[in-house]
């Protein structure tokens, strides 16, 4: 079985996003990103699964701008043999949605032959959940989505034949670090880079972002002078019986 | 693998580690110097074994920790139910426990 793995470049989970004063996104330049965690569990479940010699091939794939290759190396150090990085400008990446990658993955799957696709349940970035099912659409694969516990032939809750689409849960398993030496050893491992246009996929935006803005911020609490002012208070806000 | 290149590892190995420190890398980093600095005179093979496994144990350390750190934040944003995943994370940190 050979094992494709969608991996994202996102903000990381520890930075504090801010919106960009113009309010068209949040700010990316000189922000720390990493590989998005629920990427991480699933490739995690791919390489483990590899390791049972279940799967014979597991393959890191990323659909981004030049910087998506630093996922794809972090893939190749945490143990997957192949990377592939379809390329689009930072312009482009900015604007991708669920729809394009799935479309590109859908291009990989059917040149490369896979017969699996293992994604994360979301990105951290845009929420979407949107991937892996619109994948699973375009392949007329079956989905296992949210997946807590990926087993062969077990009595699970749920049963997939092979080829089929998966998205992988929090719950599913605890990622690797990648190391110092692997990630030295990552540097020989092949990565290939195919630009968009090679594939033939349309990543013409289909939604319009309107305006980006910070979630409303927390009111701040107010002193009482004592028992009775509370209890007023309280009376006022119909929290006790008057 | 001689002792002197296991100690090198070592010391790359935990200054790696130590960039994404929850702290500031610094504070790692001043850390990490002084600890290998204060047994540079060490000679005994045994001791420098010793030595190794030590920080050995706190590269496993490290690595639990960051994970942890990770998982919380993931189970705090996206899990509403405490009690559906209470279990996960028992199971999450008993595991962690035995690194």
Do not use: C
Not at chain 2, 63 to 86: G, H, P
């Amino acid at each position: 079985m050979k094992i494709l793995v969608g991996v994202k470049r996102v903000v990381d989970y520890a930075v504090k996003i801010r919106v960009k004063p113009d309010r068209s996104g949040v700010v990316t330049e000189g922000v720390q990103h990493s590989m998005n965690p629920f990427d991480e569990i699933a490739l995690e479940e791919a390489v483990k699964l590899k390791e049972k010699k279940l799967a014979t091939e597991v393959v890191a794939f990323s659909l981004g701008g030049p910087k998506s290759q630093e996922v794809l190396r972090t893939a190749l150090a945490k143990g997957a043999d192949k990377a592939i990085h379809v390329q689009v400008s930072d312009e482009e990446a900015s604007k991708l949605e669920s729809f394009h990658v799935a479309k590109t993955l859908k291009k990989i799957v059917e040149s490369e032959k896979f017969d699996a696709v293992f994604l994360g349940k979301q990105a951290i970035d845009d929420d979407s959940s949107q991937t892996a099912p619109i994948l699973a659409g375009l392949l007329d694969w079956p989905q296992a989505l949210y997946a807590s516990k990926v087993e062969e032939g077990g009595d699970g809750h749920m049963k997939v034949k092979i080829p089929f689409v998966l998205s992988a849960d929090l719950r599913l398993n605890e990622p690797r670090y990648a190391t110092l030496p692997n990630i030295m050893k990552a540097k020989k491992k092949p990565l290939k880079a195919i630009p968009i246009k090679d594939l033939g996929v349309d990543i013409k935006p289909q939604t319009e972002t309107i305006e980006v803005t910070e979630p409303p911020v927390r009111q701040a609490g107010g002193f009482v002078e004592d028992v009775a002012g509370l209890v007023a208070k309280l009376k006022e806000k119909g929290f006790v019986k008057a | 693998m001689s002792l002197r290149k296991r100690v090198v590892d070592l010391y790359k190995n935990l200054y790696h580690m130590g960039k994404e420190y929850p702290g500031g890398s610094k504070w790692f980093h001043d850390r990490l110097k002084l600890a290998f600095s204060k047994n540079k005179n060490v000679e005994d093979p045994t001791q420098i074994e010793q030595l190794i496994g030590r920080g050995e144990f706190v590269v496993k350390e490290i690595e639990a920790l960051y994970s942890l750190r990770k998982y919380r934040a993931m189970k705090q944003r996206y899990y509403d139910k405490e009690d559906e995943i209470t279990a996960a994370t028992q199971k999450f940190e008993e595991s962690v426990k035995k690194l």
